[in-house]
């Protein structure tokens, strides 16, 4: 007997070769198979050792199959009559449930031959569970061999707790759940049923697919942890139905700070009853309209409307919709102390806000508001979409996030566009961490995009063929991802004491080169959506910029740089990013401060400072030139000897060659360090006048309108 399975249907076949049977006629059980008034044929046999003969006697014969779990597909066996002599042999086919009642005759067939011929029958009843091969024709012989049973492939498995009943499903087989189940790994089905009071959880990181339709009498929970959130895939089925309810967690690191958030659900309660479950709201002093309260009564949450940022009026009345975006301050979760003792502290806690309702499926469309040329729309899946494969009408080819992790100290974000090519306004390449926004929009992420005229509504309209598997740490912190850079040049603006500390920017801007760029005109860049704090963009029309497109740089080129709000009396640190294939020109960062060309390579590090005089903070203090070898530094630098090198601390340093200079002295965070200088035959003596600690400095040079940095390590 050999038993196996194809796909979840059960196939029998049995050559009747078993011995130790059918010695004289009578009635036997062979691997299973019932076998009445029969007799174990050795010389008239289709293949084997034996076949199976039916008695002369006028009682009737038949084989009955074992149990055939899931349904009979076909039927297949070789007969043959024993001898001329018996004539034409007639049977008949029966299926049945249970092994007891048998369904009328299927069909007949007929042995007419000395030698085997084939009979199939297509069955095709699930409910099918035995067969019967029944032969009333009296004082004849018949010989049966090698009969096939092929068992319907099962269309459903069903999941009862701990097991599936007929293995995992597949794209091609209906899943049940009928058990809390969650998963370790991506489930794909068909159909798919949650029965009543049942749980689906799709665990962070893993995909639910559904090839087929939804019915949702229970509930699906889309889970979310620090590294990774549980994703929907691309779904092309009926509307889901049924009364049972999705959850979206969505997991924030631990920063007081603004996020641009989508529920991914229309809840069915209010903002109360999810996301307040988690996290404060606040909006009143006195907890009025279901707001947390507080001393200042401050809002907490908003959404942006033709009048822009409105604070939403009752948490106890309004619930979330998918395709809504909405800004809310998150200070970690609901701990009393941090609404009664606010501290940096005690309001950086992570979170995992989590909001039930109905899931969004099917295309999304979202018109711009009439008064606003930019306009907050939300992811409405529970999955990455791609915004690169978003329609558009009317709309730029750029999108705005907020990244929570920008800005300096205690600052709450910035702005960060992001085009279809998935070219940001902020980029790293120094060891920094970059910011995670990219083209792949996160499920509970929302975003502003733009009419591309400004006055003209546009809309965009997101598919489910737009989802994507791509998942970013745009609400995390813990992830330092660095970018390739090709043909771009970016600028970022650091606090000195957070740039060797390895954290955050406050802000940037990039400018990209290619050939179909026009430098002279803004129409083809991304404006900068500025906010708070000190902020960085490039110019062009008298247009702000987070990302500017140029042409090949020239010689005598210059790129405007607006940095706006520097605080007076503080260090900053410039951290420029250039590429090889950006320009053939030379390219400086000028500072019209302090009149010094600081020579850019590859990735450049540039220490200022501001004071008290006001033109120290002026926001276009710094610009980008290109310039050909009339400003090169390089035979300087070449020819500049510093010794000793390194030196020891409470020690000068020599510069030999050099008769007369600027030389400055900042340590790794950007302060500058005052010095005595004074020259001795053709060399200059630098003498620091304080105490030198042990690390590394910046040395900068400058005479005759070359400036040159050359590192001085103390030990």
Request: charged content about 15%; some cysteine.
């Amino acid at each position: 007997l050999l038993l196996c399975g194809i796909g979840w249907g059960q196939n029998i076949s049995e050559g009747f070769n078993s011995s130790g049977w059918g010695s004289s006629y009578g009635n036997y059980t062979v691997n299973g198979w019932q076998l009445v008034n029969v007799f174990r044929e050795t010389s008239n046999k289709y293949e084997g050792s034996s076949a199976v003969r039916f008695n002369t006697s006028g009682s009737i014969k038949s084989i009955t199959s074992p149990i055939i779990n899931n349904g009979i597909s076909s039927i297949s066996l070789w007969h043959r009559r024993w001898s001329s002599s018996d004539g034409n042999i007639d049977y008949k086919l029966y299926i049945s449930s249970d092994g007891i009642n048998w369904s009328a005759s299927l069909t007949t067939f007929t042995s007419n031959s000395d030698t085997f011929n084939q009979f199939v029958f297509q069955v095709n009843d699930v409910n099918a569970k035995y067969i019967k091969i029944e032969s009333a024709s009296s004082f004849k012989r018949a010989v049966i061999d090698y009969i096939e049973i092929t068992g319907i492939v099962s269309s459903t498995t069903t999941w009862s707790g701990t097991s599936w009943s007929n293995s995992a499903p597949t794209a091609s087989i209906d899943a049940i759940i009928d058990g809390g189940l969650t998963t370790t790994a991506d489930l794909t089905c068909k159909d798919l049923t949650i029965n009543s009071g049942k749980t689906l959880t799709i665990a962070a990181g893993t995909t639910l697919s559904v090839s087929g339709n939804l019915v949702n009498n229970g509930s699906i929970i889309f889970k979310s942890n620090n590294t990774s959130t549980g994703r929907f895939d691309s779904y092309s089925g009926n509307t889901i139905t049924g009364t049972g309810s999705v959850t979206m967690e969505r997991y924030i690191d631990g920063k007081r700070a603004f996020r641009f958030l989508a529920p991914g659900v229309t809840t069915s309660g209010s903002i109360a009853n999810n996301w307040q479950q988690q996290v404060f709201i606040t909006g009143s002093t006195s907890g009025a309209n279901g707001f947390d309260s507080s001393t200042s009564g401050a809002a907490s949450m908003f959404t942006f409307e033709d009048s822009g940022w409105a604070a939403i009026a009752n948490t106890n009345q309004l619930s979330l919709n998918a395709q809504k975006g909405y800004r809310i301050l998150i200070r970690g979760d609901r701990t009393p102390s941090i609404l009664t003792s606010p501290s940096n502290g005690n309001m950086n806690s992570p979170v995992i806000l989590t909001a039930s309702g109905t899931m969004v499926t099917g295309d999304v469309t979202y018109t711009t508001l009439p008064n606003q040329d930019y306009t907050l729309v939300a992811n409405p899946y529970i999955s990455p979409i791609n915004w690169a494969t978003v329609t558009k009408s009317n709309i730029s080819n750029t999108y705005y996030a907020w990244d929570p992790n920008l800005g300096s100290g205690n600052e709450r974000g910035r702005y960060v566009s992001c085009d279809t090519a998935g070219i940001t306004s902020i980029i790293s390449n120094n060891g920094s961490p970059n910011t995670d926004v990219d083209q792949h929009i996160q499920p509970g992420q929302a975003f502003f995009i733009q009419k591309s005229i400004s006055g003209v509504n546009g809309s965009v309209t997101i598919k489910e063929t737009d989802k994507a598997s791509t998942f970013t740490d745009v609400f995390r912190m813990n992830a330092n991802t660095f970018t390739d850079i090709y043909g771009k040049l970016g600028i970022n603006l650091y606090e000195g004491l957070a740039f060797s500390l390895g954290e955050y920017p406050i802000d940037g801007a990039v400018v990209v080169s290619g050939t179909t760029f026009n430098t002279n005109s803004a129409s083809d860049d991304t404006k900068k959506i500025m906010s708070h704090g000190e902020q960085v963009a490039f110019v062009r029309d008298n247009i702000q910029l987070g990302v500017e497109k140029i042409s090949a740089p020239q010689e005598n080129d210059e790129l405007s740089i607006a940095c706006v709000n520097l605080v007076p009396n503080k260090n900053y640190v410039w951290s420029v990013v250039l590429q090889d294939e950006f320009s053939n020109e030379d390219t400086y960062l000028y500072d019209a401060f302090t009149q010094i060309y600081h020579p850019i390579q590859q990735n450049s590090v540039i220490s200022f400072s501001t004071n008290d005089n006001v033109n120290s903070t002026l926001t276009n203090r710094f610009k980008i030139v290109f310039q050909t070898s009339a400003l090169s530094t390089a035979d300087f630098a070449n020819n500049i000897k510093l010794y000793p090198n390194p030196a020891k601390a409470g020690t000068s340093f020599f510069l030999d060659g050099i008769t007369e200079a600027t030389v400055s002295v900042f340590n790794v965070v950007g302060q500058n360090i005052p010095v005595q200088v004074t020259t001795e035959g053709n060399r200059m003596q630098v003498m620091p006048a304080v105490a030198m600690s042990q690390g590394v400095y910046l040395v900068t040079i400058t005479t005759a309108g070359k400036t040159a940095q050359v590192k001085w390590i103390v030990e």
